[in-house]
Nanobody, 123 residues
C-alpha cells in the first residue's frame, strides 16, 4: 500500500510563501516520479510540477516557473513544493502523486495520490 502524506497548506496573503511536503515510503520515493497537481474550485485538475528519482525536475507552465520549486530530500523520503510570490490564482487543493511509468503531466497516468492540502491565497 503506497501512502502519500501531504502537509504544509494554509492561508497566506498574496506575495507570501508556503512549502508543501509529501512524505512517502523509501521504496516509493526511490523508484517513482513524484508530481504535484492542483485543483481550484470549478476547474479541472492542473499539473504543476514533477521530479523523478534522478532529481530531474519539470514545471508545467510559465505561471509557476520561477515562483515554484520542486525538490526531494532522500533522507526524509519527502518531496517538497516551495511556492513563492503567491497570488489568489494559486488558490487550490494541492495533491501529491506518484507515478511508476508515464507522462509526467498526465494525472491519469499516476498510480497513487495523496489526500490533498488546501492552499488559500488572500488578496
Amino acid at each position: 500500500q503506497v501512502q502519500l502524506v501531504e502537509s504544509g497548506g494554509g492561508l497566506v496573503q498574496a506575495g507570501g510563501s508556503l512549502r508543501l511536503s509529501c512524505a512517502t515510503s523509501e521504496r516509493t520515493f526511490n523508484t517513482y516520479t513524484m508530481g504535484w497537481f492542483r485543483q481550484a474550485p470549478g476547474k479541472e485538475r492542473e499539473y504543476v510540477a514533477a521530479i523523478n528519482w534522478t532529481n530531474n525536475p519539470e514545471y508545467s507552465t510559465d505561471s509557476v516557473k520561477g515562483r515554484f520549486t520542486i525538490s526531494r530530500d532522500s533522507a526524509k523520503n519527502t518531496v517538497y513544493l516551495q511556492m513563492n510570490t503567491l497570488t489568489p490564482e494559486d488558490t487550490a487543493v494541492y495533491y501529491c502523486a506518484a507515478q511508476n511509468v508515464g507522462t509526467w503531466s498526465r494525472g491519469a497516468e499516476y498510480d497513487h495520490w495523496g489526500q490533498g492540502t488546501q492552499v488559500t491565497v488572500s488578496s
